[in-house]
Nanobody, 126 residues
Framework: QVQLVESGGGLVQAGGSLRLSCAAS????????MGWFRQAPGKEREFVAV????????YYADSVKGRFTISRDNAKRTMFLQMNSLKPEDTAVYYC???????????????????WGQGTQVTVSS
């Protein structure tokens, strides 16, 4: 069983950048498809990005496309989310998630993921 721990959140001004990390325990990290979600106060959790097991395929929500980049380092059992040109509407708790296999690509619903981290807060000031 993989356990996930996010880090890298913080307070940044609009237009700035942050890099989130999701560190995984366990030796089967490379078997998991990985995703990032976020949840703003009073809103439902929403999909941000997903990356395939090898890292060869990625998919982004329209709201972050061109500004965020998802990547992974299977040797270090870590996934990343590089966030550039941040906007106040990006403010949320960001969660990493994992699942084994996929029936349809891309998996964008939170219920499609069985493993979750505890979340890291990202706050973008205007």
């Amino acid at each position: 069983q993989v356990q996930l721990v996010e880090s890298g959140g913080g307070l940044v001004q609009a237009g700035g950048s942050l890099r989130l990390s999701c560190a995984a325990s366990g030796r089967t990290f490379s078997s998991y498809l990985m995703g990032w979600f976020r949840q703003a106060p009073g809103k439902e959790r929403e999909f941000v990005a997903v990356i395939s097991e090898s890292g060869g395929a990625t998919y982004y929500a329209d709201s972050v496309k061109g500004r965020f980049t998802i990547s992974r380092d299977n040797a270090k059992r870590t996934m990343f989310l590089q966030m550039n040109s941040l906007k106040p509407e990006d403010t949320a708790v960001y969660y990493c998630a994992a699942r084994l296999g996929v029936s349809t690509w891309p998996p964008r619903k939170s219920q499609e993921y069985g493993l979750w981290g505890q979340g890291t807060q990202v706050t973008v000031s205007s």
